[in-house]
Structures are given as structure tokens and as C-alpha cells.
């Protein structure tokens, strides 16, 4: 059973304008989410994190926002640049048991059109 | 500072064969997990070695088993192929048992025909 989901595939998006990357989850032991991007032939490159005690985290160009009652978070990218296409995945674990892998979701491609 | 490192880059394998995939950790990194990542899936987690035993393991069959050395380093083992295995392992390693982030190394491809 997938616990982390990225329903959707794909996405396009304007350079300069937002991209939005959405990612639930079903397990509530989760209390630490991740969000890696990933270009191919390359291994996922770690993007930015929140814990579940947050509910947003910015980086640069890069917010997340965690709805943990929806058990939802997003990655919000503004402005879009062309070298920001690549695949997304969503990614999630239970820190506070101790366990530390890393629940994925199946990744979302975003492109970004000059 | 050279980041996760892994070998060899592809490998093809025959079905029943048995295959040693390496991966060398970041730089002050002691824990190291790794993943199969299958055609259009996200990685799914095999285990993770630190202080070199297997400290957690995922759902897999004990075909797949490892190691790692006094120097961090790892070796994913998988005996008795199937063509199921054809994926990318992805090696990762964090520093000691703080819940630190993952670095991921590039992967290595495994064709089984």
C-alpha cells in the first residue's frame, strides 16, 4: 500500500510563474516530510524539509506547507525557472519511533517552458 | 568534499545470477539505506546499516542482504535474480542516529534479462 501519494503525474508551468506540487500521505505516525528533486541518470537531490510541528518551511525560491488534519503538504516553487524542471518526489518517515526510511511517493514531473 | 558514490554506474545480470552493487558514503557520514527504485515508482526502502549491522530493514525478501565495512562503505548483495529486480538501487547515508536528512548517490542500474 502506498502511504505517500503524488496523484499527479505530471505538470507544465510558465517560466516566472508558481509551480505547486501536491502530496498526501495516510499514515499519521509521519512526523517529518521531505521533498527531493531528481534529473536523470542523477540520484534525488534533497530540496527542503518540515516537521510536523510547522506547518511552513521556506528556502530561496522554495516554500512547503504542511496541513497535517488533511494530511497534505505542498511544494510551492515561485518564480519557475527552466532549471527547475525535473521529477519531484514527495518523501515522508516516522522520526519520533526511531525509524528513519524514507516513505516516497511515485514523484511528479514538473517542466517548466521558457 | 565528494558526495555518495556508487558502482558500477548499470549492470545486466541474467535471471538466477547473484550481483554486488558498492556504495561509498558523504564524507563524516556513518549510516548508510538503501532503495530500489522501479520504472515510474519512487524508491522503496531495502535497509540501513550503521555500526555495521542492519539496524532496520523494509519489506524485502532475504535474497537482498548487505554490508557494511569498519570504513562505512556498503554492499547490497542480491542472490537468485529474477527480472522483477531490474530497477535503479539508490545508495544514502546520514550522520550517526540523529534523524538526519539523506544524501543520495546516483545510482545504479540493473538490468536482468
Known amino acids: 500500500d502506498q502511504q505517500v501519494k503524488q496523484n499527479s503525474p505530471s505538470l507544465s508551468v510558465q517560466e516566472g510563474r508558481i509551480s505547486i506540487l501536491n502530496c498526501d500521505y495516510t499514515?499519521?505516525?509521519?512526523?517529518?516530510f521531505l521533498w527531493y528533486k531528481k534529473y536523470p541518470a542523477e540520484g534525488p537531490t534533497f530540496l527542503i524539509s518540515i516537521s510536523s510541528i510547522k506547518d511552513k518551511n521556506e528556502d530561496g525560491r522554495f516554500t512547503v506547507f504542511l496541513n497535517k488534519s488533511a494530511k497534505h503538504l505542498s511544494l510551492h516553487i515561485v518564480p519557475s525557472q527552466p532549471g527547475d524542471s525535473a521529477v519531484y518526489f514527495c518523501?515522508?518517515?516516522?522520526?519520533?519511533?526511531?525509524?528513519?526510511?524514507?516513505?516516497f511517493g511515485t514523484g511528479t514531473r514538473l517542466t517548466v517552458i521558457p | 568534499d565528494a558526495g555518495v558514490t556508487q558502482s558500477p554506474t548499470h549492470l545486466i545480470k541474467t535471471r538466477g545470477q547473484q550481483v554486488t552493487l558498492r556504495c561509498s558514503p558523504k564524507?563524516?557520514?556513518?549510516?548508510v539505506s538503501w532503495y530500489q527504485q522501479a520504472l515510474g515508482q519512487g524508491p522503496q526502502f531495502i535497509f540501513q546499516?550503521?555500526?555495521?549491522?542492519?539496524?532496520q530493514r523494509g519489506n524485502f525478501p532475504d535474497r537482498f542482504s548487505g554490508h557494511q565495512f569498519p570504513n562505512y562503505s556498503s554492499e547490497l548483495n542480491v542472490n537468485a535474480l529474477l527480472l522483477g529486480d531490474s530497477a535503479l538501487y539508490l545508495c544514502a547515508s546520514k550522520h550517526g542516529g540523529a534523524a538526519d536528512t539523506q544524501y543520495f548517490g546516483p545510482g545504479t542500474r540493473l538490468t536482468v534479462l
Open positions: 518523501a515522508a518517515s516516522e522520526r519520533q519511533t526511531g525509524a528513519n526510511n524514507l516513505f
Open positions: 564524507s563524516g557520514h556513518d549510516t
Open positions: 499514515n499519521s505516525m509521519f512526523d517529518y
Open positions: 546499516y550503521y555500526e555495521e549491522e542492519e539496524r
